[in-house]
């Protein structure tokens, strides 16, 4: 029997350890699932932080017209005092991100009249990352519910051309990522355009970002495939949006 190399050994430890940290039931991944009420997930999540070009961005909305003027020309319509939708206004409108401080101040919100859709971060210690996307949906007249319609995780994987040995971490990783996700389908571009059939009902997708000549980190997305009424056109949104309507 041929020797097991360490380098065979360590791409072992790895492949379980990543394939170990996700749900295996379906469409979840670190205890997360397609499905769930964000605020429900007991996640930290990772500060959203604002720099200047936030502020200015602020003070120059607000120049001429009221907080909710601002929300209606960017096509979001939130029902709450004034100093909430102030508070969350460069998160929301600028940069489209939430975190804990974010969920605490949606929470103050009565109602959500459009699809508000906002990403966040999992806070954790791990080199691959994990984001979180939610949209809101209809939820019997109350508020809205923060649905989970999308998760990602990004590996610390690059493509080969770029991280030559990652070629081998990228083949076996897929492989026992197809065992997890049997449908999942596997792209060069995971932001690129979807043109077939199988790619636009995908699921699960897997394939490589290209942010920058020196990163291009793979990311497994799962996508939330549940036929669900748009907020905006659904009988069940909370009765203040029709008043405001």
């Known amino acids: 029997m041929w020797p097991i190399s360490k380098p065979f050994i360590w791409l072992s430890i790895f492949i379980i350890i990543m394939t170990a940290a996700m749900d295996a039931r379906a469409r979840c991944m670190e205890n997360v699932c397609i499905g769930d009420e964000i605020e429900s997930l007991s996640v930290k999540w990772r500060d959203v932080n604002l720099n200047y070009y936030d502020e200015k ?29 102030l508070e969350i206004l460069p998160y929301v409108i600028r940069n ?16 959500i009249c459009t699809s508000l859709t906002l990403t966040g971060e999992v806070e954790n210690n791990s080199k691959s990352r994990l984001f979180v996307t939610f949209r809101a949906v209809p939820s019997n007249k109350g508020r809205g519910t923060l649905r989970v319609v999308q998760i990602e995780k990004q590996f610390n994987v690059m493509a080969p051309h770029l991280r030559p040995n990652d070629a081998i971490l990228f083949e076996n990783l897929k492989t026992e990522l197809k065992k997890i996700y049997p449908s999942m389908v596997v792209v060069r571009d995971i932001d690129g355009r979807i043109s077939s059939m199988e790619m636009q009902q995908a699921n699960a997708i897997l394939g490589f970002r290209f942010v920058s000549d020196v990163s291009n980190p793979l990311v497994l997305k799962l996508l939330d495939d549940e036929n669900i009424d748009m907020i905006e056109d659904s009988e069940q949104a909370h009765p203040l949006c029709q008043r405001d309507s």
């Open 96 to 111: 489209q991100r939430f975190d804990n401080k974010v969920l605490a101040e949606l929470n103050k919100v009565r109602a």
């Open 57 to 85: 961005f602020v003070e120059t909305e607000l120049q001429d017209r009221s907080v909710q003027d601002v929300y209606y020309d960017y096509n979001e319509k939130l029902i709450a005092d004034r100093n909430v939708l």
